[in-house]
């Protein structure tokens, strides 16, 4: 099982990461199927096609942890890039 760990730092408000935040994930839910929910500061995602793990608001910091399952690691590449950009674009 492939992982994938993150983070990236940003200057907004933490209320303000976070309804970007959750605007992604809406994103993600609409486009992929991946769901989940809020604990607190933690988006812990509970059902995706092949990824578990969650998204950390920290002030002045997101991190992210996802455990891949086997046909999804084949696309760890694809995977991180698009989060990278994602997070560039969205915490910008």
Do not use: C
């Not at 933490?14 to 988006?43: F, I, M, N, P, T």
């Amino acid at each position: 099982m492939a992982k994938i760990s993150m983070r990236r730092n940003f200057t907004m408000t933490d209320e303000d990461a976070r309804r970007k935040l959750e605007g992604v994930a809406s994103q993600l839910k609409d486009k992929y199927q991946v769901e989940g929910h809020w604990e607190g500061k933690r988006y812990q995602i509970d059902r995706g096609p092949g990824v578990k793990g969650y998204v950390e608001l920290q002030t002045g910091l997101v991190a992210i942890e996802l455990d891949l399952s086997l046909p999804a690691s084949l696309l760890k590449g694809k995977i991180e890039s698009r989060l990278k950009e994602t997070l560039d674009k969205e915490l910008a």
